[in-house]
């Protein structure tokens, strides 16, 4: 019989909010007989917070065991109080952590990192860089985000003269936005039918709009389209749309855009930040450059688009990496994790 577990995290989607990897794993173990209770919903702060400790508070009874998301900055503030909380009512916890500012936050505030990873029953990472980086802290299982590989339509890899980019990430200035539409002012210089996609939800920290005046100034605006935030289940069909993922962010951890651009067969050109280059193999699953150097990136886009060997040997390594991110491997390492610490618990 498998115990019954409590998922702690933003679970935003209904909201129009990107789908998180935990909102896909609590429903994957629930289709799977696992009875889950989820928090929370709730787009305001303070009622989220709210919501998730008065959810461990009343729903005690109905589990055995706790999943909760940390995150970095303010939202660190959630992952103490729930797992508070738990403590209170006596209930075990496995925490996941999340984001490539994390490490940085670690470095500020030491002590209560420490605390929090200590207290919990076991610590699970979504990739080796984050589990790297906060090491002396505790030791945490490496579980990748994961993916299903079976709903994105794979693209042949051939070199192309009309390059069709897209861009999929919240726009947060983390994200860096507008080095995109720089990108791709450089490309149509030598191919005049370059198109970019940008597609994700507006963070609301001004990125967007920026985003929108840059391609106003370099006189893009005809060959950007800003299709705002989708659903889960039309991403594929909107990276199927492209042949180069572009990945332009300051900071990153393991991103599942580019997991689930690799599945596409898409060329992935990402900026050599965070965990990604754990994620991406320079010069084998894809193409890295440093951090705000539209003009690398825009030289490596061309060098994947004239370079057919380079293009096919990309798309093999990346249906690799991405076949390695699947569920069906995943997701049995998550049940077996939870089975260990709920058998632990018995002991």
């Given at each position: 019989?498998?115990?019954?577990?409590?998922?702690?995290?933003?679970?935003?989607?209904?909201?129009?909010?990107?789908?998180?990897?935990?909102?896909?794993?609590?429903?994957?173990?629930?289709?799977?007989?696992?009875?889950?209770?989820?928090?929370?919903?709730?787009?305001?702060?303070?009622?989220?917070?709210?919501?998730?400790?008065?959810?461990?508070?009343?729903?005690?009874?109905?589990?055995?065991?706790?999943?909760?998301?940390?995150?970095?900055?303010?939202?660190?503030?959630?992952?103490?109080?729930?797992?508070?909380?738990?403590?209170?009512?006596?209930r075990p916890y496995?925490?996941?952590?999340?984001?490539?500012?994390?490490?940085?936050?670690?470095?500020?505030?030491?002590?209560?990192?420490?605390?929090?990873?200590?207290?919990?029953?076991?610590?699970?990472?979504?990739?080796?860089?984050?589990?790297?980086?906060?090491?002396?802290?505790?030791?945490?299982?490496?579980?990748?985000?994961?993916?299903?590989?079976?709903?994105?339509?794979?693209?042949?890899?051939?070199?192309?003269?009309?390059?069709?980019?897209?861009?999929?990430?919240?726009?947060?200035?983390?994200?860096?936005?507008?080095?995109?539409?720089?990108?791709?002012?450089?490309?149509?210089?030598q191919f005049p039918?370059?198109?970019?996609?940008?597609?994700?939800?507006?963070?609301?920290?001004?990125?967007?709009?920026?985003?929108?005046?840059?391609?106003?100034?370099?006189?893009?605006?005809?060959?950007v389209r800003f299709?705002?935030?989708?659903?889960?289940?039309?991403?594929?069909?909107?990276?199927?749309?492209?042949?180069?993922?572009?990945?332009?962010?300051?900071?990153?951890?393991?991103?599942?855009?580019?997991?689930?651009?690799?599945?596409?067969?898409?060329?992935?050109?990402?900026?050599?930040?965070?965990?990604?280059?754990?994620?991406?193999?320079?010069?084998?699953?894809?193409?890295?450059?440093?951090?705000?150097?539209?003009?690398?990136?825009?030289?490596?886009?061309?060098?994947?688009?004239?370079?057919?060997?380079?293009?096919?040997?990309?798309?093999?390594?990346?249906?690799?990496?991405?076949?390695?991110?699947?569920?069906?491997?995943?997701?049995?390492?998550?049940?077996?994790?939870?089975?260990?610490?709920?058998?632990?618990?018995?002991?």
């Amino acid at each position: 019989m498998t115990p019954g577990l409590l998922f702690a995290g933003n679970f935003l989607s209904c909201h129009g909010r990107k789908r998180g990897v935990s909102e896909e794993l609590a429903d994957r173990l629930e289709s799977r007989g696992w009875s889950v209770i989820r928090t929370s919903s709730k787009l305001s702060r303070p009622l989220r917070l709210i919501d998730m400790v008065s959810t461990v508070y009343f729903s005690s009874p109905r589990f055995r065991l706790a999943h909760v998301e940390v995150y970095s900055g303010p939202a660190f503030i959630w992952a103490e109080a729930v797992s508070a909380a738990l403590r209170w009512r006596k209930r075990p916890y496995i925490l996941t952590l999340h984001g490539g500012a994390l490490p940085q936050f670690a470095e500020r505030w030491p002590g209560r990192v420490r605390r929090l990873i200590r207290s919990a029953s076991a610590v699970t990472a979504p990739s080796d860089f984050l589990a790297r980086q906060l090491s002396s802290f505790g030791r945490a299982i490496v579980l990748p985000n994961a993916i299903d590989s079976t709903r994105y339509p794979r693209r042949t890899p051939i070199a192309t003269n009309s390059p069709k980019l897209v861009w999929l990430r919240s726009f947060h200035q983390i994200y860096n936005p507008q080095m995109a539409v720089h990108v791709l002012a450089l490309l149509r210089k030598q191919f005049p039918d370059a198109e970019l996609l940008m597609i994700g939800p507006d963070d609301g920290d001004g990125s967007l709009e920026n985003t929108r005046e840059v391609a106003r100034e370099l006189g893009q605006t005809d060959y950007v389209r800003f299709i705002g935030p989708v659903s889960k289940s039309e991403v594929p069909n909107w990276l199927g749309r492209a042949n180069v993922f572009l990945n332009t962010t300051n900071v990153d951890n393991a991103p599942v855009s580019v997991v689930e651009a690799m599945a596409c067969g898409l060329a992935v050109v990402s900026t050599n930040v965070g965990g990604v280059p754990d994620l991406v193999e320079d010069g084998k699953s894809g193409l890295l450059v440093r951090a705000g150097d539209a003009s690398a990136m825009a030289a490596q886009v061309c060098n994947v688009l004239q370079n057919a060997s380079l293009a096919r040997n990309l798309y093999v390594c990346a249906q690799r990496t991405a076949a390695r991110h699947d569920w069906q491997r995943i997701l049995p390492r998550w049940e077996e994790l939870f089975r260990c610490v709920a058998a632990a618990i018995r002991q």
